[in-house]
């Protein structure tokens, strides 16, 4: 009787460790790459990559003067892509007119004025498609403008 209840408490526990150890990791490589729109570079916004089978996880990354960086599955993957351009920039290309501040006690942040550049076809209805193999490709994005 004592070794069923025994078995009934840890049962559990050695399943856990089990599976665990049985589950499969996941592929996942970082990529680097640029994204320009009609050849000049996207000054801040997103790039999403979803995966053509829909059966692995989704990446992305921040897309900072034309340049991204992102964690990504290895296969076949739609790429969106969100991005604007600084109205007011300094003499490096940083944006102006941004405000960091305390309200009430909260930190808020508004963004620099800036105009979206990226056509809304490359985040709804993107074809975009990349095939990542290494990870060592290049990764280079010059989209259409508007």
Known sequence: MQKKIL?????????????TGCAEKRQ???ITGTVSVAGKPVDGGMIQF????????????????????ATVPYGDLYVRFRGNEYLQKDADGNPLGGKDEIV????????????QIIPDRYWFNSEVKVTVKTGKEPFDFNLEGK
Do not use: C, H, Q, W
């Not at 808020?108 to 105009?115: F, G, R, V």
């Open 7 to 19: 078995l009934f408490l840890f049962l559990p526990a050695i399943l856990a460790v089990v599976l």
């Open 28 to 30: 996942e490589v970082t």
């Open 50 to 69: 979803l995966p053509a089978d829909k059966n692995s996880f989704e990446g992305g990354g921040i897309i900072d003067k034309g340049k991204f960086i």
């Open 104 to 115: 009430n006690g909260m930190r808020t942040y508004t963004p620099p004025p800036s105009k």
